[in-house]
């Protein structure tokens, strides 16, 4: 039965809450920290890098308790309503730094509630991704969903983008601190009712109700599963190439740009990046996939992303950094990224099948646990990569008040684009020798999944 309207736009309304959520978290929470509060950012990075370590294991407990799950409204939506309610708490209380709280006392509050955050995220997110080969087919409605859950949720992050440091200076009258506490309640309220809205209207259709797997069984499950694991590296070396510029854009405007109209250039080059990314999920990828299959496109936008970044490198050292100039790379970076986050998606729930086949058993909840846990992971380590260029750099309110050394911005500009073309490099490098699940394998498989239920042999 194909998918209705309702369940389709129900499904994106949870995405675009989703990543409103996750990019507030992922993009502001070492500026909030290290340059309002006052926390040094190599703590930050540390912090963050090891909450992400502890998702390591967190992630795929997490997988495994919603395989386990049965309920009158099926495994996945319990998870994801609480998890969401959870986790919109948090996100406010993230943001809401006691004001008697410092030195030590305010790097414990960081740690301990960042710590909270990625756990609470998890138990929504895992479920959420999980749905997508439960309801669906393989094959185009299943490509068709993702593609527009990935879209929605491009909207989210750009709308976090595009509106945060404009909403924080309103909402605070320039006192940011309370800027971002007001800014946070508010995005953890139209989270819990975007994914109300999901829970609402979805249901699972396709799963294969199998035996719950202990938590052994799943690790082994993983690592069989060949697959998984590369799309896996690919989606951490995208993402931390991807969140490495985004975490130390706003430094690039404060301090390389400059100037008292700095937040309006920044506000600006995020809205023309955010529509552009989402213009490339809804309109760039399904047009070059009339022309060129998924792979194809997965590595158009590979050589998209990489050019863009080696033109804004050379913009940056020749001192073209003219907002409307800076649009020419930004549109071939974020046209990019938005493309390549629908296709690892993609790419991963086409790994389940395969695992299906191989391994004898339908692992959607811990296979899709791996993407959240690298996704954060990329996070992590993209702040500590953040962290470390912000401390070598010495780049903080004196800084902006001084005026910036030409070393302190190059190491800037550096770290902002020859470490994500390196990570591009890398990740290009290992898929292109390593992932088998062509458009023809993928079909061919769902076709041996099949014959196999019917012969009741899975």
């Known amino acids: 039965m194909k998918l209705s309207f309702r369940e389709k736009a129900s499904y994106g309304l949870g995405a675009v809450g989703k990543d409103m959520v996750y990019m507030l978290s992922a993009s502001y929470i070492l500026y909030y920290y290290q340059d309002i509060l006052g926390v040094s950012a190599v703590a930050m990075g540390i912090i963050l890098m090891a909450a992400r370590v502890f998702d390591a294991f967190n992630d795929p407990i997490m997988g495994v308790l919603v395989a386990k799950t049965r309920t009158r409204w099926g495994k996945f939506r319990p998870w994801l309503l609480v998890g969401t309610i959870l986790n919109a708490v948090i996100l406010f209380i993230m943001f809401s730094a006691p004001p008697a709280l410092d030195g030590r006392g305010l790097v414990a509050y960081a740690a301990v509630v960042y710590v909270l955050w990625g756990v609470t995220y998890t138990m929504m997110d895992i479920p959420y991704w999980s749905m997508i080969p439960a309801f669906t087919e393989g094959g185009r409605e299943r490509e068709g969903l993702t593609t527009l859950a990935r879209s929605c949720a491009g909207v989210g992050s ?148 990489i050019t863009g970044y080696a033109v804004l490198f050379v913009l940056m050292c020749l001192g073209l950094t003219n907002i409307f100039v800076l649009f020419v790379p930004a549109f071939f970076v974020f046209s990019a990224f938005g493309m390549l986050t629908v296709l690892t998606t993609v790419f991963l729930a086409n790994t389940v099948d395969y695992g299906e086949l191989k391994n004898d058993r339908r692992d959607e909840s811990v296979i899709f646990s791996m993407q959240t846990f690298v996704v954060k992971l990329a996070s992590g380590v993209a702040v500590l990569i953040a962290s470390i260029c912000l401390s070598a750099a010495k780049l903080n309110d004196q800084a902006s008040a001084a005026g910036a050394s030409s070393s302190s911005i190059l190491i800037l500009r550096m770290t902002m684009t020859v470490i994500p073309i390196a990570g591009l490099l890398l990740a290009v490098f290992l898929f292109s020798r390593k992932y088998l699940l062509t458009e023809e394998k993928v079909e061919e498989i769902a076709l041996q999944i099949r014959q196999r239920r019917d012969k009741g042999l899975v």
Do not use: H
């Open 158 to 305: 750009a709308l976090i983008t595009i509106i945060t440091m404009k909403c924080v200076v309103a909402l605070g009258q320039e006192d940011y601190r309370l800027g971002f506490q007001r800014f946070a309640l508010i995005i953890a309220a139209l989270f819990v009712v975007f994914i109300a809205v999901t829970c609402i209207n979805i249901r699972e259709k396709s799963t294969v109700d199998v035996e719950a797997p202990t938590v052994g069984q799943m690790f082994r499950a993983l690592i069989q599963n060949d697959q998984t694991m590369i799309v896996v590296a690919a989606i951490v070396l995208i993402n931390c190439s991807l969140y490495i510029t985004s975490n130390l854009l706003i430094y690039f405007f404060q301090y390389d740009i400059g100037g008292q109209e700095w937040v309006n250039d920044y506000t600006l080059f995020n809205t023309f990046g955010g529509g552009i990314q989402i213009v490339s999920m809804m309109l760039f990828y399904p047009l070059l996939r009339r022309f060129i299959n998924s792979l194809q496109v997965f590595y158009v936008s590979f050589v998209m992303a």
